[in-house]
Structures are given as structure tokens and as C-alpha cells.
């Protein structure tokens, strides 16, 4: 059974620093294309981060870049999310998800994903 699991969520002063890791089993991530996406509370899903299998290539939506880095170990089987200088509006919950072909930050394209990690930027 596919799954990816989530972690490193948690409370955060702005200005601070986070690192998510998504971690597979069940598979092996090298074949997947990884994306990273939030939901804030009333707000739909959208994408963060993606970055392809080999790692190589990376995507960013403009409200994180410069602060959000992704990266990936396939030797762990891990996709990591490095998040910088968080703002309050980085409040959400935080999913990886993952999809065989390069599909870029498209929410409905990616096919197995986790169950999130909460992440809370307040002082």
C-alpha cells in the first residue's frame, strides 16, 4: 500500500524557521514526482512546492519563494520542505502528495497523498 506521511508541523514564531519531511512506504520515491501544498482554515488547497524525481527541477509559488527551499534524499526515501522567515499566512495544513509524471503545482493531478501536518506561525 502506497503511503506518505508527514511531519515536522508545528508552532512557530514569525520569523522562524521549519523543516517538513515527507516520507514514503510501501514505494519507492525515486519514480514520483513530489509536491508540496497547504490549506488554510477557509481557504482551498493550494500548491507550495513541487520537485521532480530526480530532484532537478523545482517549482515554487510566488507567495514562498526565496523562503520555502524543497529537496529531496531518495536514498531515505524522504522529500524535505525547508521553510524560512514564515509569516502568519503560512498558517495551514501542510500535505505532500505525490504523482508519477512531472504535473508541476495542478492540486488535482497528483494521485497519493498524505494526511498533513499542522503548521502554525503566531506570536
Known amino acids: 500500500q502506497l503511503q506518505l506521511v508527514e511531519s515536522g508541523g508545528g508552532w512557530v514564531q514569525p520569523g522562524g524557521s521549519l523543516r517538513l519531511s515527507c516520507a514514503a512506504s510501501?514505494?519507492?520515491?525515486?519514480?514520483?514526482?513530489i509536491g508540496w501544498f497547504r490549506r488554510a482554515p477557509g481557504k482551498d488547497r493550494e500548491g507550495v512546492s513541487c520537485?521532480?524525481?530526480?530532484?532537478?527541477?523545482?517549482n515554487y509559488a510566488d507567495s514562498v519563494k526565496g523562503r520555502f527551499t524543497v529537496s529531496r534524499d531518495n536514498a531515505k526515501n524522504t522529500v524535505y520542505l525547508q521553510m524560512n522567515s514564515l509569516k502568519p499566512e503560512d498558517t495551514a495544513v501542510y500535505y505532500c502528495?505525490?504523482?508519477?509524471?512531472?504535473?508541476?503545482?495542478?492540486?488535482?493531478?497528483?494521485?497519493?497523498w498524505g494526511q498533513g501536518t499542522q503548521v502554525t506561525v503566531s506570536s
Open positions: 520537485i521532480s524525481k530526480s530532484g532537478g527541477r523545482t
Open positions: 510501501g514505494f519507492t520515491l525515486d519514480y514520483f514526482a
Open positions: 502528495a505525490a504523482s508519477p509524471e512531472w504535473v508541476g503545482l495542478r492540486v488535482g493531478s497528483y494521485d497519493w
